[in-house]
């Protein structure tokens, strides 16, 4: 008689072996599932969206994480807001999910009217006596980092998010992601769990063998190797590059860019890792030859040479270049099934055709997202698989992993599972 | 930790505040759908169709309803007749969805025959031993009101339905349902719970935003609204409105039409509402212009002037006129989805293109509940998103929702839930 | 208040009444649905596929088995062997679904390899010090009897496959179904539980009505009939065709074939029967016109007048005949989706074209699986529906279904429900 699928939550994280992938339950049981969007999504800091992406005032998006919905908009005094799209009367969404450009935001279910700011300014019907004062918008908690949105949907929100700002502020500046423009969006539906998703993210170990478009910037060494597995030529040559690297950052510091590497991925809320990462081959961009996708470069910079300011958090990664970023969220649909939304930022700005070939900027990843969600579908299937246990984690290049998985189980027992 | 999936449905229906919408998982959660479909679909009396689709001994109509599915049928003996669709043998549908024209009902699986009856007349390979006399067909109670039938799933059926028929008989019997015909018929599936799609159906207070097509004849005002919301000017016109209805109403009972709202919406079994609706405009019918679709009148009707005889039950919306009708019967199939059929009835010798024109007859009730669909899926999004809590009720013009609120925690604390 | 959709499964299976079918929820509940996975397709000797489908050393054949997956190869030293489909790293499936030919099993993921035997061979990135010795893929239990692949999933195999062998070795000797080649295979999804699948197999009540196709070669009197219910002339016919049947098998039994009636469908854990039955009409083949559909005859076949070898399993049923075999694999997708799978199996040498006609070879067996589909899809919607209680199994022509259901219930017990 079989019980694994009745086990409570907390044996399951009780079962998690350090070095190793999580138990089963942990990526495929409906209960985590709603677990995971309570805790790391509701009650953590999230990734959303851009400033640049409501320029203007009166400038709204409509953003679906799973079953909740926000609107994050610019206010008539320049401010962004964000604002939970759900109206105050019988709970009808107030926009569909995407952008539109509007004066104040009307339910348009029986006109209840809402200023940008939230208030209520006008409910039909409602009589008299109505207190309009207590039925505002609800507001989220946001911080723009760097132009970078991130929400917290719950009133007590981790204050390590201060770490990341104090980290990331300075290293996006020169990137000036206030003054970028969407040129490109691609959704895609990965079907595995999202844990599976950001795991794939996390490591290289992958890469050699699955992204060749990638592997022409990536340079896989930098995220781990097995010292002893290389022949002596590929030992000189793996030195020679973190020799070059280590040259490298210390320059790029000495020049004013922060390039060194900052963890916090354990005993932590806000998990994130950044460092400027080298490009290989022509050293520019993730393109298909490394150079530069657009000629009009990002913000105030002058020079391709500033490789990639690489950053991780729990729903996103990005990539920012001297001409491009690559940024994107991740929202888990169901236990299966995971959004992973990619943006290519250029210059405001920049012209498609002129300043930009739109194809050279986007193939690497839209190449490398899709082999991507391959790997997450193959992975989802197997740990749903009752043959699969889990298994070792390779100490050099998926470190990174046992992190996030020791991470996710102290988050989910802080949260009181 | 997150604990509101799991608490019992009393504990929804004790958090329902009067004057306001419904707690979220009453709307959202798969457990009260169960218990909705126990409660209101099984152990209530349901709108499920009407005599005229089964005109002649011999015919058959199979109608789901969500899992259950039923025969609504002609006997030899002229009488209506509802038996259940599932064989006694091995539990097979004997017909599927839709009309038929048959002497016996045979299961196609082993032809295990029943008259139309219900008794079982040949059970082939069951030997001679075998007891036909204890595997009829079982029946379904129902009542036949002006031609519309009522059916209870469950034995033990509400006696309020005594008065919907005491009432509505004289109402329905100029208009003759069972000589009518069934000129069009369209299926909509709603992306939201069944209780969204009544509770959207018993407020005009969306009408004038959502609605052009059914404002040139309906009447929004007749459906409440904010007296201090109005201008002086928009105030003598509902007062002019609100006396040429009162006396409008008069004459109607007076030339022998009942005309008087009556209600049973709460402390009841059997929710219903009617009442004589003024027809705006040319003031016929339910049309683009407001004029009459079909030039042969219902039943023994000599005048388009009799106004819209309007009737809700807790799964159907009527409109009765001179010259058709239109008549919807509602179905949960799952918390998030619910079938609309709508009927459009005509005169039975009533011929398309000679005496009516199926756009005229069909077009403002075809947009009105696909831009109802569209209100019900936002509605339900809303429900469902973590932001959502009940919200008030217009005192004016959404008092029905209060009433259908509150007999519906009723009804389920009256079923022991 | 409805509480049957939680009670325990043991109560179900108390209220399995003898001689009739089963309680609602064994069929349509997702619970009941798990546990017949558990014990009937991972604690159960299941049929898979045949020896033929990994003809050479290097072919490999993936089978999904619900979320199982295994991979059915032959090793370099010919022999047969089966393997979890999953890598012991972090669980990625190794190969889809399908065969391949390879040398060994690489891991697309971190290409972790694995010999043909399941030996992990090279795990790149995991270090010196990493123990490949325990990190084999998990091998499968499995049986080929004649050529059919039997597996049990669990570690604990019930012992009496033995019977199964000992009685199917001598049968299919002569079909030498290793020298066989898979000349077509359909998969059909079937909209209702897996053992309304096997249920409307074991019976032929149904045939004379639904397949008209399958009827030519087949004999329905052979699956039972009630004698009272015949005429003299056709009690004439019966007794006749019993008497010819009794002297063939006779006849068949002293040249050397096996063609009593054995079966174990009761008290036991591995369910089965077989029996010859005679083809009808010109007697050689189930096709259209019950001739031979190839001209090469299976194995060491001289002649096509040895009637049809017909046996059961609790997830199969098979035909084997001189010029062509059928067999089919049940596998449970949910509690109201099963995947049948059909393969006809003709002699390694015969060419389409030349030895046999492909719509000739199937279309006996593609109509009326698909014509059983929809007698199950009824079914499944007849037991789901609130109406539905079990009904009598005919003493005559359904005994078979009594004891699967007696069977099931047992098993369930002895599972520990």
């Not at 409906?30 to 009166?58: N, R, S």
């Not at 963890?263 to 290989?280: H, M, S």
């Amino acid at each position: 008689m079989l019980n694994s699928f009745s086990s409570p939550i907390s044996s399951l994280l009780d079962q998690r072996a350090a070095g190793h992938s999580l138990p089963a339950g942990l990526y495929t049981r409906e209960d985590v599932f709603k677990a995971d969007l309570d805790v790391f999504f509701h009650h953590h800091w999230i990734y959303v969206g851009l400033e640049c992406e409501v320029p203007e005032p009166g400038d709204v998006m409509a953003i679906d994480i799973g079953a909740t919905s926000i609107i994050l908009l610019r206010d008539d005094d320049q401010q962004i807001r964000v604002v939970r799209n759900v109206c105050r009367h019988r709970g009808a969404r107030l926009l569909e999910a995407g952008p539109s450009i509007v004066s104040k935001l009307v339910c348009p279910y029986h006109q209840w009217t809402y200023e940008l700011s939230g208030e209520l300014a006008h409910a039909p019907h409602m009589g008299q006596d109505f207190d309009k004062s207590c039925r505002s918008l609800k507001p989220v908690q946001f911080r723009s980092i760097g132009g970078m949105i991130y929400v917290c949907l719950s009133d007590e929100a981790p204050a390590d998010i201060d770490r990341l700002a104090e980290v990331m502020e300075p290293r996006l500046q020169p990137y000036d992601l206030r003054n970028t423009r969407i040129a490109h969006q691609v959704d895609v539906i990965e079907e595995g769990n999202w844990k599976l998703a950001m795991e794939n993210n996390r490591e290289c170990y992958h890469c050699s063998a699955n992204h060749p478009e990638l592997c022409v910037s990536f340079i896989d060494l930098d995220f781990g190797f097995d010292p002893d597995s290389l022949t002596a030529e590929d030992r000189a040559i793996a030195e020679e590059h973190f020799a070059m690297y280590a040259e490298r950052t210390r320059q790029w510091e000495e020049e004013g860019f922060p390039s060194q590497t900052v963890e916090q991925t354990r005993d932590c809320a806000t998990n994130f890792r950044t460092q400027r990462l080298i490009i290989a081959g022509a050293g520019e961009s993730q393109t298909e030859d490394a150079t530069a996708a657009s000629s009009k470069l990002l913000g105030s910079m002058t020079r391709k040479d500033l490789g990639d300011v690489h950053l991780w958090g729990h729903n996103a990664w990005n990539h920012f270049m001297g001409d491009h970023a690559v940024t994107v969220m991740v929202i888990p649909l169901s236990a299966d099934r995971t959004l992973v939304r990619t943006k290519w930022l250029v210059h405001k700005d920049a012209v498609e055709g002129v300043d930009y070939d739109l194809h050279k900027l986007t193939h690497v990843w839209i190449e490398t997202t899709n082999q991507d969600s391959d790997l997450v579908r193959i992975s989802h299937k197997g740990v749903s698989d009752p043959a699969y246990e889990p298994g070792p984690y390779s100490p050099f290049s998926e470190k990174a992993l046992d992190d996030f998985a020791t991470w996710y189980v102290d988050r989910m027992r802080a949260h009181g599972y």
